[in-house]
């Protein structure tokens, strides 16, 4: 299967040449396919801030390459460039505060930094660092793939109505995506009849991505409001879920798009599976529930507006763009390391223990 999803992987959003980070511009699409060219460790912030590149892998891996162009221009400037590279660090971590991804990335950069930061040359060892992070989740995202058709082949009959939410495929991730991934896999097998799709409010990264992503790719694809979730569960024979994640604590709590949760309340309530596809750095064994997850809020305009345009009365708002699932709503989290069924703290544990399987 590893040949045919490495056939079908077409978008790429992140292409990182001549020392510079070429960004997809993600708030154009689907009607423009203009690039971003960073070629600072600030702008790569403001891109991840902006929303020029989103999901969780993506600003992961965004973030290690930021910090490739913070650490060229710090060293070329002498001095105590490690000491000036602390505020690159802080102004990257400061991007978003949901996806664990971009901690991890920066806390591998670091690790690589501390090994070569009396090298005459440390440089090529940050830039490689960085490319082995885009790398490594172009890979997890093929075995996620595998392990999530697998899971769906076992559990019920074919072909199979699917229901998503946000935008988890290539736009999201360094390689062929991570929910959505699964579902591009499952339908190169033969195992899917319709993808139904969130739109996803307030940002409409289901309308805007999910549905751009799966009409290229030729997959039937049906977009919803989100509020009609319920009754295309109940209506529409959906049988499983399947859903990205931005943070996932220690005890199996799935932090994603704002919506999962209550999908998730929906599904147990209708019988339909609920599969979380994210790769072991999105899982934070730091945090121990999901309560300790910091949720994004973002600018009230996104509510307020549509288009530019504005459409909501005067009034106070409240848009937290994430929320919290709890682990005893989730059938199955699929990560490169394994599959964790019925997840709990200590089959989290066990699974962070494990080796890659690729
Ligand atoms: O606000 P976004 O667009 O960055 O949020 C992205 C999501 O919530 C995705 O569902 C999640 O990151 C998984 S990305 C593979």
Redesign the pocket.
């Known amino acids: 299967m590893r040949d045919r999803l490495l056939a079908a992987e077409k978008v790429k959003a992140i292409d990182w040449r001549d020392n510079t980070l070429y960004l997809l511009d993600q708030r154009n699409l689907p009607f423009e396919e203009t690039w971003v060219a960073c070629d600072s460790a600030a702008r790569v912030a403001e891109a991840i801030r902006s929303?020029v590149v989103?999901?969780?892998?993506a600003?992961g891996i965004s973030a290690a390459y930021g910090l490739v162009l913070a650490a060229r221009a710090r060293f070329a400037a002498g001095g105590d460039w490690l000491a000036a590279l602390e505020a690159d660090f802080a102004l990257l971590a400061e991007s978003?505060p949901t996806?664990g991804n971009l901690f991890w990335a920066l806390n591998r950069m670091r690790e690589r930094l501390d090994r070569v930061k009396d090298l005459a040359e440390p440089l090529a060892a940050l830039e490689a660092e960085a490319m082995s992070i885009h790398e490594s989740d172009r890979e997890a995202n093929l075995t996620m793939a595998q392990l999530g058709v697998d899971l769906i082949r076992r559990h019920q009959g074919n072909p199979q109505a699917l229901l998503t939410?946000?935008?988890?495929g290539a736009l999201?991730?360094g390689g062929f995506?991570?929910?959505l991934g699964v579902i591009r896999a499952a339908w190169l097998e033969g195992m899917v009849e319709r993808v139904h799709v969130d739109e996803t409010r307030p940002?409409l990264?289901g309308s805007r991505l999910t549905a751009w992503e799966l009409a290229s790719d030729g997959i039937p694809v049906t977009l919803n409001a989100d509020a009609a979730a319920a009754h295309i569960m109940k209506t529409k024979g959906v049988t499983w879920v399947v859903?990205?994640?931005?943070r996932i604590a220690a005890n199996g709590d799935v932090a994603?798009?704002i919506g999962t949760y209550q999908l998730a309340v929906n599904a147990m309530h209708h019988g339909v599976r609920f599969m979380v596809v994210?790769s072991s750095s999105t899982i934070d064994m730091n945090l121990a529930s999901g309560d300790d997850i910091p949720i994004e809020e973002r600018d009230a305009a996104e509510l307020l507006e549509l288009a530019g345009k504005r459409v909501g009365a005067d009034v106070e708002v409240f848009n937290p763009?994430?929320d919290v699932t709890p682990a005893d709503l989730i059938d199955a989290i699929v990560t490169e390391k394994g599959v964790v069924e019925r997840p709990d703290a200590a089959k989290m544990a066990q699974l962070m223990c494990r080796k890659r399987l690729h």
């Open positions: 929303m989103r999901g969780a892998p600003i978003r996806g939410h946000c935008n988890t999201a991730t995506g991570t929910a940002w990264q859903v990205g994640a931005d994603n798009k994210a763009v994430f």
